[in-house]
């Protein structure tokens, strides 16, 4: 599904991901760990393609998508949420996520003087598009709630619902459960699974270990920009390497 | 009660009865002074459609805007005075002028964001009004330019008295709220609003930032160039002031206490602020000692504007009563009604 090799980015003479070579499977949960500064955005920006790689490859599904523009790579099904959603606040939710269905669609500003045929048919389509993506991530009662009167947790999941929305073959979720209380951690948890139950691919950053353990089928863990491990959760708990850099070495403690 | 009276406010058949309203203004008014001040208001309005379609929606804050107006009031001018070109295809001229100047200051200056975006467009906006102060060859220099030729009326009606402007005008207002409503709903305006939330967000929308960005740049401008060609063709005369970088700044005070990123909100803002201010001429330098505080009160306590604050509170009210959202998503329309009546 998504495979890099020997990716690199440099920023000045600081290497933020360093020669990192990784393979996710479709329809897999795929989790990247590690402390912070590890490179984990980084690395989520390179595939997505907000920054060009200095170095190796990015393929999607056999596509070579490493210098391709941000908004190309989401054309090809790359979905993603930020660490931060900033959405727009007096605006329900619904109307909030009709613009996410935009990059099927070709409308411009032709068809919006003469009110096209064509622009009405993909409005239509784009709010369809919306209306199924909140149903899937559970929020179609909140459709006409303003974001500004919705909670941590659901504007998540409108996050979720946005991406989505793109049609995406995979979606890159940074740090999805932060700022949200461990129920509804696990509401979150659930949805990931769902949408790999509906097809998706799914690539999540996240610190909450509990979370990535139930739920990953594999994990990747940077540190300092470097692939120190990767496996299942079971092998990854386990590693020295990993529990080193969460815990430091007692080399590490005594300095 | 406030309820129902925001409900009639945002009633379809509202917008009607504010266009009634404008159409019979030159009837109700006190003097033809009043038709002047009315038709200056809403060439203003025009531009400040166009400021909020680039910074209201698609979130970039250009401070030249005030200087595409003047390049449009200055292309009917010159060809019309110099050139000796009729109105109306100077008119057609000044719209493409500052269509293609919009796309090229915009192709260089999009490429910066946010605060940079707006430092950048204050100094072309300084630097238009410098070329129109200190270019004499071309734009006459500081004495500016006279002998513009009013709007051509085919002998059907004389452009040069108030009232037909006025109409003229009018008219003009309404295509340009009309087509901005259209763009508001469409995915195209959505689009834009969405480049205004977040560029990281909008990209990984698959949004062309680039594509979008210069588009909404050129529509404003072109927005601006269509009011100043007709201030040009109201005026009769023009000169290097009209470039000034005050305008803008007025301008953004228009959108941000009528409610910015919002239908309604240029047209409340400019007719309130231009009627109050005619209101407290009598008071001469001194107006400013009550109209600062006043704007310093609005944008801390109403930072949404007239328009957006009364969109938001009716919104939520629906939402306590349990209605549902289709009457709320109408914009306000009698507000401005009301405002008219009340300066009328």
Redesign the interface.
């Known amino acids: 599904m998504l495979k890099v090799e020997h990716l690199t980015k440099m920023f000045g003479g600081l290497a933020a991901v360093n020669d990192v070579s990784v393979e996710f499977g479709a329809n897999q949960i795929n989790a990247i760990i590690g402390p912070n500064g590890a490179g984990k955005s980084t690395f989520f920006n390179l595939i ?3 920054h060009q790689p200095t170095s190796g490859r990015i393929l999607l599904d056999g596509t070579d998508v490493t210098t391709m523009r ?3 790579v ?2 090809l099904g790359v ?2 949420t ?1 660490q931060t ?4 606040e ?3 939710v619904l ?1 909030n996520l ?3 269905h ?2 099927r ?1 070709h ?3 032709w ?3 003469i ?1 096209s045929k064509r ?1 009405q048919a ?2 239509k389509a ?1 709010r369809e598009k919306a209306r199924e993506a909140l149903d899937f991530v559970g929020l179609t009662h909140a459709e ?3 974001i500004a ?1 919705c909670t941590q947790e659901e504007r998540k999941r409108v996050a979720f619902a ?2 989505l929305a ?1 049609d995406p073959k995979i979606v890159l979720l940074d740090e999805p459960a932060a700022g949200v209380n461990p129920e509804e951690t696990e509401g979150l948890a659930e949805l990931m699974k769902k949408m790999v139950k509906n097809g998706l691919t799914v690539c999540l950053i996240e610190h909450k270990m509990d979370m990535i353990m139930g739920i990953a089928d594999k994990i990747m863990v940077l540190d300092h920009g470097e692939k120190i491990a990767e496996g299942t959760p079971e092998e990854v708990k386990n590693n020295p390497v990993v529990i080193e850099a969460y815990l430091g070495s007692d080399h590490d403690a005594a300095a | 009660m406030m309820f129902k009276l925001g409900a009639l406010i945002m009633h379809p058949a509202s917008k009607y009865a504010l266009l009634a309203l404008a159409l019979l203004f030159p009837a109700l008014a006190a003097n033809e002074y009043q038709v002047y001040v009315m038709a200056t208001a809403f060439i203003w309005a025009i531009a400040v459609y166009g400021f909020n379609v680039i910074t209201g929606y698609c979130g970039q804050l250009n401070l030249a805007h005030g200087g595409f107006f003047a390049i449009g009031a200055y292309a009917v001018a010159l060809l019309t005075a110099d050139y000796g070109w009729n109105f109306w295809p100077a008119f057609i001229g000044a719209l493409v002028i500052t269509a293609v100047l919009g796309f090229l200051v915009g192709a260089v200056s999009l490429r910066l964001k946010e605060h940079y975006f707006a430092i950048f467009t204050l100094c072309v906006g300084f630097i238009i009004y410098l070329l129109l102060d200190k270019w004499e060859e071309l734009t006459h220099g500081a004495i500016g330019v006279r002998g513009i030729a009013a709007p051509d009326g085919f002998g059907l009606v004389n452009f040069r008295e108030t009232i037909p402007v006025y109409y003229l005008i009018l008219f003009f207002l309404v295509f340009i709220i009309w ?1 901005t409503s ?2 508001q709903k ?3 305006g ?2 834009f ?2 480049i ?3 560029d ?2 909008a ?7 680039m594509k979008n960005k210069i ?1 909404a740049f050129v ?1 404003s401008t072109t927005y601006a160039g269509l009011a100043g060609a007709l201030y040009a063709g109201m005026i009769r005369f023009v000169g290097p002031e009209d470039g000034n970088i005050l305008h803008t700044f007025n301008m953004i005070t228009y959108l941000l206490v009528g409610g910015i990123g919002t239908l309604f909100g240029p047209l409340i803002g400019t007719l309130g602020i231009v009627w109050i201010t005619q209101s407290l001429q009598f008071l001469e330098e001194y107006r400013m000692i009550i109209f600062g505080p006043l704007l310093v009160i609005l944008v801390i306590f109403f930072p ?1 504007g007239v328009s ?1 604050s009364f ?2 509170w009716m ?2 009210k629906a ?1 306590a009563l349990g209605l ?2 289709k009457k709320v998503q109408q914009e306000s329309k009698v507000n401005t009604a009301r405002e008219v009546e009340n300066n009328a």
Do not use: M
Not at chain 1, 85 to 88: E, K
Not at chain 2, 203 to 209: A, D, H, T
């Open positions: 997505s393609g907000v941000c908004d190309h989401a054309r979905g993603r930020f959603t900033n959405l727009f007096t605006a329900t109307d009709i613009v996410g935009r990059l669609t409308s411009g500003l068809d919006v003087l009110n622009l993909e409005e784009a006409n709630r303003y009167d946005l991406a793109t | 087509f259209r763009i469409s995915l195209l959505r689009t609003i969405a205004r939330n977040g990281d967000l990209e990984s929308l698959g949004i062309n930032l588009l529509i949404l957006g969109l938001t919104h939520r939402q549902g959202p």
